[in-house]
């Protein structure tokens, strides 16, 4: 089979030549390499000062959006559960009871929507898969902990505040509008 | 005398002090040279650039528990880290750090003692720091340390040999054992080299030897973390833990000294006598200069290090007993051909 490569090499048990057997040769080479690297460019960055910019497209910690009028928009359906190939979300749905028209945009929402960060993948099905425009992965970290529980973030960390809206048009690539036209695909209708 | 013994103990106190402040500074040097070679940053939190790092290393060494195995010998314990330090600072003594200062009409030296035998005095000194190493290990009662100890041992008398015989040839040519002397036939000018130019295969021998003294890598088997967790240091801690790291970056320091002492001229260098510069100037200028010598070895030990992989056991001794060693008696019987040629 041809290699796809062109790297691999075989591997023989030939006796080693002399200059091979005097080390010197492949040292002197190996320190040459070693001292090109002193003066190039560091390939990593003192974290909290400077932060590498993010790709437009980076998909990190989800954010459950509200509409226009700051109702949620998850409606509960559980296509993004379905969708996760890691399993990392859980929700129970629940109906919105009278007087609640202005927090839960549907009659169904969402009484408790968790996300098992430790598990989720970040790769973006669950936003793919959401009906309602709800769910979006965000350029935000998802940060440390000392504990698995911290990780499993619940309604209190993914919905959006009414008064800081976080924005998610910059995943909105002309791929993705020009993908959002096409009303024969059933979760665009 | 009162202004003798003020100088000689002004001279040992500098020399201890600069021995523990460059040893200091090598652990930093260390994780920066490291750094760099693979691209990233190093140590840059403590001070601007890092520079307090050393400090707080050795904060955290001596806040760290102590632990003393109760399996252990206690006394041996505590002995090995400590005969590690004290030969490793021993050598220093003997190093010609520059030449002389005038004061007021007076010559001082700037190496604290030159005795007829110095580079003896210096490997029998170096040699008894095995002992530190091998009675730290034994002493552990812990048989990962009792292999990293027998390694040890074994790996720096195998190259002892060799180390010796490439600085008996150089003997032959300068014709003295004192360090002193050694450096003043190599004084700049007049088609008069420095003796790597005279003794390159010794010098190539010399190095190879003094990194497998040193412990350092590519011969760091004593601690050789995928195979005897720690080495011979498995069951030290705190401040002792901390003597035996000390120590390694001593013997590297030395030994760079030693390096730059026998083949690189020690304080001397190039045009030092057609500068016109009182002695004094000239004095301070060659100090420079060697620490500026010994820096770059110290650097190449650490290059060295980031660059090669370990040796195998088997591959070690084959190199030490099968390769130095017959070069190092061709590099002998080549050198006293050569002298006796030249002598008719």
Known sequence: MESLSHRSKVVSNKKMTFLERIYLPAVLSGIAITIKHLFRRKATVSYPEVKREFSKIWRGHHVLKRDDKGAERCTACGLCAVACPAEAITMTAAERKKGEENLYREEKYASTYEINMLRCIFCGLCEEACPKEAIFLTDRLVYTDFARDGFIYGKDKLVEKVDERIDVTVRQTPAVLEFKKHKQLSHNK | ?344
């Open chain 2, 1 to 344: 005398m009162t202004d003798f013994l003020i100088y000689k103990i002004l001279l040992v106190v500098g020399v201890f002090t600069v021995t523990l402040v460059v040893a200091m500074y090598a652990t930093y040097g260390e994780r920066k040279v490291a750094a760099f070679l693979q691209d990233r940053i190093g140590p840059n939190r403590a001070g601007p650039f890092g520079i307090l790092q050393p400090l707080a290393d050795g904060l955290k060494f001596f806040m760290k528990e102590e632990i003393i195995p109760s399996v252990s010998n206690k006394f041996l314990f505590i002995l090995g880290p400590s005969i590690a330090m004290i030969t490793a600072l021993m050598a220093g003594v003997l190093i010609p750090w520059g030449n002389t200062l005038i004061i007021n009409g007076t010559s001082y030296s700037l190496q604290i003692t030159d005795i007829d035998i110095g580079i003896l005095y210096v490997f029998g000194v170096v040699s008894i720091g095995v002992y530190g190493i091998m009675i730290g290990g034994w002493a552990s009662n812990n048989k990962y340390s009792l292999l990293g100890a027998i390694r040890a041992s074994a790996q720096m008398i195998s190259y002892e040999l060799a180390m010796g015989i490439s600085i008996i040839a150089l003997i032959m040519m300068t014709g003295t054992l004192s360090l002193g002397e050694i450096v003043t036939q190599q004084a700049g000018g007049d088609w008069n080299f420095w003796n790597v130019v005279y003794q390159p295969l010794g010098f190539l021998i010399f190095i190879v030897c003094a990194f497998a003294e040193c412990n350092r890598a590519p011969f760091d088997l004593p601690e050789c973390e995928t195979e005897l967790v720690g080495g011979y240091h498995t069951e030290y801690s705190s401040m002792k833990l901390g003597f035996y790291m000390f120590a390694e970056y001593i013997n590297m320091f030395i030994s760079s000294a030693v390096l730059s002492t026998l083949y690189f001229g020690g304080y001397n260098f190039p045009f030092m006598n057609d500068l016109g510069l009182s002695h004094n100037a000239i004095t301070i200028l060659g100090t420079v200069f060697l620490f500026g010598k010994i820096f770059f070895f110290i650097f190449f030990f650490m290059w060295v290090r980031w660059t090669l992989p370990r040796f195998r056991y088997d591959q070690l001794m084959n190199l030490g007993w099968r390769v130095l060693l017959p070069l190092s008696i061709a590099n002998l019987l080549l050198t006293a051909l050569v002298l006796l040629w030249i002598d008719k």
